[in-house]
């Protein structure tokens, strides 16, 4: 992957994307490819903010991982949010109400699915 591909793929709707992508790192092969030895989502109930216009993990993809983690017993409620892949970056006070929404707060700024 190079310096564009992250620009276009995780930052395309943030302000100051380019400089982001000066911040990233390498990311492990082994913890891309290693199996995973737990997963807390399956003992405690969540919640999944899916994001409408991720170029990384398009909401077909996201919607097959939650579903599948839902056939293996997870309890995990969705929303989605007109964003690309990081939202926390592009719309930073509607992933603040939705935290807060899901920790018990009140708050919105995103819709049910």
Do not use: C
């Amino acid at each position: 992957m190079t310096a564009s591909d992250a620009l276009v793929l995780f930052f395309h709707d943030v302000v100051d994307g380019a400089e982001w992508v000066k911040l990233l790192k390498p990311h492990s092969w082994a913890t891309q490819n290693a199996p995973a030895t737990g997963a807390a989502y399956m003992n405690v109930p969540s919640a999944y903010l899916l994001t409408e216009e991720d170029r990384a993990t398009p909401v077909p993809v996201q919607q097959v991982l939650v579903e599948r983690a839902r056939r293996r017993g997870a309890q995990i409620e969705t929303e989605t949010i007109k964003t690309g892949h990081t939202p926390w970056l592009a719309m930073p006070d509607q992933v603040v109400a939705y935290i807060k929404k899901h920790a018990g707060e009140s708050g919105g700024g995103t819709s049910s699915s």
